[in-house]
């Protein structure tokens, strides 16, 4: 499998931005489409945004849509997760995944079996 470290998390006002990283080693980081999950105190692990392999396939949660953007960097291995406008509500632990795709496919289907430790991210009001 793939490893995953984040990083970037940290305490910020509302209405400020963050920007998360998250380096993968281990295995071709290329043949893996990654995601952003998030976890409130409370809550259950909900999918934030999911970025493709290398043909700019996005997807985005509702909620934040238009303020978060995902990219990635397949030279560095990394994949960034751009948090704008934040909200006292995106506060939680931001964890990347990553799961494998099959050649000809950007995204894929399936579940992400791959994950980091998570980091911090704390919105004040």
């Known amino acids: 499998q793939v490893q995953l470290v984040e990083s970037g998390g940290g305490l910020v006002q509302a209405g400020g931005s963050l920007r998360l990283s998250c380096a993968a080693s281990?295995?071709?980081?290329?043949?893996?489409?990654m995601g952003w999950f998030r976890q409130a105190p409370g809550k259950e692990r909900e999918f934030v945004a999911g970025?493709?392999?290398?043909?700019?396939?996005?997807y985005y949660a509702d909620p934040v849509k238009g303020r978060f953007t995902i990219s990635r960097d397949n030279a560095k291995n990394t994949v960034y997760l751009q948090m704008n406008s934040l909200k006292p509500e995106d506060t939680a632990v931001y964890y990347c995944?990553?799961?494998?795709?099959?050649?000809?496919?950007?995204?894929?289907?399936?579940?992400?079996?791959?994950w980091g430790q998570g980091t911090q991210v704390t919105v004040s009001s």
């Open positions: 970025i493709g392999r290398s043909r700019g396939t996005k």
């Open positions: 995944a990553a799961k494998r795709v099959a050649f000809g496919s950007d995204y894929g289907g399936g579940e992400f079996g791959s």
């Open positions: 281990g295995r071709t980081f290329s043949n893996y489409a």
